[in-house]
Protein backbone atom coordinates (compact mmCIF):
# COMPACT_ATOMS: atom_id res chain seq x y z
CA UNK A 1 0.00 0.00 0.00
CA UNK A 2 1.05 4.01 -0.30
CA UNK A 3 3.42 5.02 2.32
CA UNK A 4 4.86 8.46 2.83
CA UNK A 5 7.48 9.44 5.44
CA UNK A 6 8.13 12.95 6.19
CA UNK A 7 10.88 14.67 8.03
CA UNK A 8 11.86 16.40 10.10
CA UNK A 9 8.64 16.43 12.58
CA UNK A 10 9.66 19.64 14.23
CA UNK A 11 11.63 22.09 12.42
CA UNK A 12 12.69 25.44 14.64
CA UNK A 13 14.28 28.23 12.48
CA UNK A 14 14.98 32.30 12.75
CA UNK A 15 12.71 34.64 11.05
CA UNK A 16 14.06 35.68 7.14
CA UNK A 17 15.85 31.64 6.97
CA UNK A 18 14.48 28.85 4.35
CA UNK A 19 13.03 25.76 5.95
CA UNK A 20 12.76 22.45 3.92
CA UNK A 21 10.34 19.65 4.37
CA UNK A 22 11.14 16.32 2.92
CA UNK A 23 8.88 13.61 2.03
CA UNK A 24 9.53 10.12 0.42
CA UNK A 25 7.33 7.84 -1.07
CA UNK A 26 7.10 4.08 -1.99
CA UNK A 27 4.81 3.64 -5.64
CA UNK A 28 6.06 4.29 -8.30
CA UNK A 29 2.66 5.14 -9.45
CA UNK A 30 2.17 7.91 -7.48
CA UNK A 31 1.23 11.58 -9.61
CA UNK A 32 -0.08 14.01 -7.52
CA UNK A 33 1.80 15.60 -4.63
CA UNK A 34 -0.37 18.45 -2.18
CA UNK A 35 0.84 20.10 1.00
CA UNK A 36 -1.43 21.55 3.36
CA UNK A 37 -0.78 23.78 6.32
CA UNK A 38 -2.48 23.31 9.12
CA UNK A 39 -1.96 26.39 12.08
CA UNK A 40 -3.04 25.64 15.54
CA UNK A 41 -7.12 24.99 15.95
CA UNK A 42 -7.50 24.72 12.05
CA UNK A 43 -8.62 22.74 9.23
CA UNK A 44 -5.80 21.88 6.83
CA UNK A 45 -5.24 23.79 4.07
CA UNK A 46 -3.70 23.70 0.86
CA UNK A 47 -0.71 25.79 -0.11
CA UNK A 48 0.69 24.35 -3.49
CA UNK A 49 0.43 21.06 -5.26
CA UNK A 50 2.65 19.30 -8.13
CA UNK A 51 1.87 16.88 -10.33
CA UNK A 52 4.48 14.64 -11.56
CA UNK A 53 4.72 15.88 -15.35
CA UNK A 54 6.72 18.74 -13.33
CA UNK A 55 9.56 18.65 -11.60
CA UNK A 56 9.36 21.90 -9.79
CA UNK A 57 6.57 24.69 -8.74
CA UNK A 58 7.07 28.33 -7.26
CA UNK A 59 4.29 30.59 -5.03
CA UNK A 60 6.14 33.41 -3.88
CA UNK A 61 7.92 32.53 -0.81
CA UNK A 62 6.90 28.32 -1.30
CA UNK A 63 8.16 26.03 -3.75
CA UNK A 64 7.88 22.72 -3.73
CA UNK A 65 10.40 20.01 -5.71
CA UNK A 66 9.96 16.46 -7.01
CA UNK A 67 12.24 13.70 -7.74
CA UNK A 68 10.73 11.08 -9.34
CA UNK A 69 13.29 8.74 -9.86
CA UNK A 70 14.63 8.98 -6.25
CA UNK A 71 10.81 9.15 -4.89
CA UNK A 72 10.73 12.21 -2.80
CA UNK A 73 9.77 15.78 -3.30
CA UNK A 74 10.28 18.47 -0.62
CA UNK A 75 8.26 21.61 0.35
CA UNK A 76 10.95 24.85 0.70
CA UNK A 77 9.85 28.09 2.36
CA UNK A 78 12.14 31.19 2.14
CA UNK A 79 12.17 34.19 3.77
CA UNK A 80 9.64 32.35 6.82
CA UNK A 81 7.84 34.49 8.79
CA UNK A 82 6.46 34.04 12.28
CA UNK A 83 3.34 33.66 10.54
CA UNK A 84 4.59 30.38 8.96
CA UNK A 85 4.59 28.52 12.26
CA UNK A 86 2.21 25.68 11.66
CA UNK A 87 1.86 22.22 10.85
CA UNK A 88 3.15 21.30 7.93
CA UNK A 89 1.66 17.88 6.21
CA UNK A 90 2.58 16.27 3.03
CA UNK A 91 0.24 14.09 0.83
CA UNK A 92 0.75 11.84 -2.07
CA UNK A 93 -1.93 10.26 -4.42
CA UNK A 94 -0.95 6.84 -6.07
CA UNK A 95 -3.50 7.02 -8.81
CA UNK A 96 -4.86 4.31 -10.17
CA UNK A 97 -7.81 2.67 -9.37
CA UNK A 98 -7.35 4.33 -5.99
CA UNK A 99 -6.82 8.33 -7.47
CA UNK A 100 -8.32 10.91 -5.43
CA UNK A 101 -7.77 9.05 -2.08
CA UNK A 102 -4.59 10.41 -0.70
CA UNK A 103 -2.24 9.38 2.10
CA UNK A 104 -0.53 11.66 4.31
CA UNK A 105 2.34 12.50 5.88
CA UNK A 106 2.97 12.31 9.76
CA UNK A 107 3.59 16.34 9.64
CA UNK A 108 6.04 19.03 10.38
CA UNK A 109 5.52 21.60 13.49
CA UNK A 110 7.97 24.44 11.87
CA UNK A 111 8.31 27.23 14.47
CA UNK A 112 9.64 30.30 13.13
CA UNK A 113 10.99 32.67 15.93
CA UNK A 114 10.96 36.08 15.30
CA UNK B 1 -13.86 26.69 3.68
CA UNK B 2 -17.16 27.46 5.12
CA UNK B 3 -18.21 25.37 2.27
CA UNK B 4 -17.58 22.22 4.11
CA UNK B 5 -19.48 22.48 7.68
CA UNK B 6 -19.04 19.57 10.17
CA UNK B 7 -21.72 19.51 13.03
CA UNK B 8 -20.90 19.29 15.96
CA UNK B 9 -17.94 21.11 16.69
CA UNK B 10 -17.22 19.77 19.75
CA UNK B 11 -18.45 16.26 21.46
CA UNK B 12 -17.75 14.62 24.48
CA UNK B 13 -19.56 11.30 25.69
CA UNK B 14 -19.52 8.07 27.63
CA UNK B 15 -17.53 5.01 26.36
CA UNK B 16 -20.23 2.54 24.49
CA UNK B 17 -22.74 5.43 23.32
CA UNK B 18 -23.30 6.01 19.89
CA UNK B 19 -21.97 9.02 17.85
CA UNK B 20 -22.73 10.50 14.97
CA UNK B 21 -20.69 13.22 13.16
CA UNK B 22 -22.34 15.01 10.45
CA UNK B 23 -20.87 16.57 6.84
CA UNK B 24 -22.05 18.93 4.29
CA UNK B 25 -20.80 20.97 1.83
CA UNK B 26 -22.36 23.42 -0.39
CA UNK B 27 -19.00 23.00 -3.22
CA UNK B 28 -21.31 20.57 -5.32
CA UNK B 29 -17.63 18.02 -4.98
CA UNK B 30 -18.55 14.02 -6.20
CA UNK B 31 -16.26 13.13 -3.85
CA UNK B 32 -16.45 13.11 0.13
CA UNK B 33 -13.40 11.66 2.64
CA UNK B 34 -13.56 11.06 7.00
CA UNK B 35 -10.49 11.46 8.58
CA UNK B 36 -8.89 11.06 12.06
CA UNK B 37 -5.99 13.16 13.38
CA UNK B 38 -4.18 12.02 16.59
CA UNK B 39 -0.97 14.03 17.24
CA UNK B 40 2.36 12.88 15.94
CA UNK B 41 0.28 10.85 13.35
CA UNK B 42 -0.92 13.08 10.73
CA UNK B 43 -4.51 12.54 8.85
CA UNK B 44 -5.23 8.95 8.93
CA UNK B 45 -8.29 8.16 6.49
CA UNK B 46 -11.09 6.31 7.55
CA UNK B 47 -13.77 5.78 5.05
CA UNK B 48 -14.27 7.69 1.48
CA UNK B 49 -16.90 7.74 -0.79
CA UNK B 50 -16.32 8.77 -4.95
CA UNK B 51 -20.39 9.05 -5.21
CA UNK B 52 -23.66 8.18 -3.18
CA UNK B 53 -23.71 4.84 -4.57
CA UNK B 54 -19.80 4.04 -3.76
CA UNK B 55 -18.23 3.85 -0.22
CA UNK B 56 -14.66 2.36 0.36
CA UNK B 57 -13.26 1.76 3.38
CA UNK B 58 -9.72 3.59 4.43
CA UNK B 59 -6.88 2.49 6.58
CA UNK B 60 -8.66 2.44 9.83
CA UNK B 61 -12.22 1.61 9.62
CA UNK B 62 -12.73 -0.66 12.39
CA UNK B 63 -15.23 0.30 14.72
CA UNK B 64 -16.43 3.46 12.23
CA UNK B 65 -19.34 3.28 9.50
CA UNK B 66 -20.58 6.01 7.20
CA UNK B 67 -23.34 6.82 5.24
CA UNK B 68 -23.80 9.29 2.18
CA UNK B 69 -26.86 10.55 2.20
CA UNK B 70 -26.79 12.45 -0.24
CA UNK B 71 -23.76 14.25 -2.16
CA UNK B 72 -23.67 17.14 -0.45
CA UNK B 73 -23.85 14.95 3.12
CA UNK B 74 -21.75 12.24 4.35
CA UNK B 75 -21.80 11.40 8.42
CA UNK B 76 -19.78 9.35 10.69
CA UNK B 77 -20.77 7.35 12.95
CA UNK B 78 -19.29 5.48 15.85
CA UNK B 79 -21.49 2.67 17.08
CA UNK B 80 -20.25 2.09 20.41
CA UNK B 81 -17.81 4.64 20.96
CA UNK B 82 -14.42 3.46 22.89
CA UNK B 83 -11.81 6.22 24.75
CA UNK B 84 -9.14 5.45 21.88
CA UNK B 85 -11.39 7.05 19.23
CA UNK B 86 -10.84 10.56 21.26
CA UNK B 87 -9.13 12.29 18.72
CA UNK B 88 -10.10 15.10 16.40
CA UNK B 89 -12.00 14.32 13.11
CA UNK B 90 -12.09 15.92 9.33
CA UNK B 91 -14.17 15.91 6.72
CA UNK B 92 -13.02 16.50 2.92
CA UNK B 93 -14.48 17.05 -0.41
CA UNK B 94 -12.78 17.02 -3.70
CA UNK B 95 -14.03 17.50 -7.37
CA UNK B 96 -12.93 15.57 -9.71
CA UNK B 97 -16.30 15.18 -12.02
CA UNK B 98 -15.29 18.09 -13.41
CA UNK B 99 -11.43 18.85 -11.97
CA UNK B 100 -9.97 15.09 -13.40
CA UNK B 101 -7.60 12.54 -11.89
CA UNK B 102 -5.53 14.82 -9.35
CA UNK B 103 -7.49 17.29 -7.29
CA UNK B 104 -6.85 18.55 -3.96
CA UNK B 105 -9.27 18.13 -1.01
CA UNK B 106 -10.74 20.82 0.63
CA UNK B 107 -11.75 20.55 4.64
CA UNK B 108 -13.83 21.03 7.23
CA UNK B 109 -13.15 22.72 10.39
CA UNK B 110 -13.35 19.61 12.33
CA UNK B 111 -15.31 18.15 15.23
CA UNK B 112 -12.57 17.27 18.06
CA UNK B 113 -14.76 14.19 20.12
CA UNK B 114 -13.85 12.97 23.58
CA UNK B 115 -14.93 9.75 24.90
CA UNK B 116 -14.59 9.39 28.56
Known amino acids: GENVEQHPSTLSVQEGDSAVIKCTYS??????FPWYKQELGKRPQLIIDIRSNVGEKKDQRIAVTLNKTAKHFSLHITETQPEDSAVYFCAENAGGTSYGKLTFGQGTILTVHP | DADVTQTPRNRITKTGKRIMLECSQT?????MYWYRQDPGLGLRLIYYSFDVKDINKGEISDGYSVSRQAQAKFSLSLESAIPNQTALYFCATSDHQTGGPNQPQHFGDGTRLSIL
Open chain 2, 27 to 31: KGHDR
Open chain 1, 27 to 32: DSASNY
